[in-house]
């Protein structure tokens, strides 16, 4: 088991209660942590990911700018900012507006069930994509993602769409 494939299981309260290999955990259905960054522009525009149609689920779908799990032993933060470079090429200060626990099973088998932190940041730059994570990416106004959702669910990732609202609410408080 290689050991930058494993991440850390925890329970309900984030607690670490072990780790996994990072496929095991998604075919088991193991509560790990996660973490879901949003990277807004000086116009307050998103920017979206389209997830490589290779991903082993959610492949070719929308989704927020970058998402993934920490490694055993690192840091939430830091790995934020480590895959935020790996799949686009772009990092910024970051900050934690938003936690949420779901879990949602696909059609291939797999579930996730994650206890997801939610980091937004602020970036004009333009992305350098990852072509093994994502295949394409936009600024998308906020009025018109939301639209998008509503009209066209299919296309977003499920976590965008469970968390999409709150993360709003919490960053025009």
Not at 119 to 127: A, R
Not at 151 to 157: D, G, H, L, Q
Request: proline share 2%.
């Amino acid at each position: 088991m290689e050991a930058d494939n494993n991440i850390i299981l925890v329970n309900e309260n984030d607690e670490p209660i072990g780790a996994s290999e990072k496929l095991e955990a998604h075919q088991l259905g193991k509560l790990h942590r996660a973490f879901s960054v949003f990277i807004f522009n000086s116009r307050g525009e998103l920017l979206l990911q389209k997830r490589a149609s290779s991903k082993y689920h959610s492949g070719g779908l929308w989704s927020n700018t970058c998402c993934s799990h920490p490694r055993v032993n690192e840091d939430t933060l830091l790995a934020a900012h480590r895959r935020l470079r790996e799949e686009m090429g772009l990092d910024c200060d970051l900050k934690e507006v938003h936690k949420f626990v779901y879990k949602i099973k696909f059609d291939n088998g797999l579930t996730e069930y994650e206890y997801d932190h939610v980091l937004v940041g602020k970036s004009d730059e333009t992305p350098k994509l990852n072509l093994e994570e994502a295949e394409d990416w936009k600024w998308v106004r906020l009025s018109e993602l939301c639209e998008d959702v509503k009209s066209s669910p299919e296309n977003f990732t499920s976590w965008l769409k469970i968390c999409l609202n709150d993360v709003l609410a919490k960053i025009l408080e």
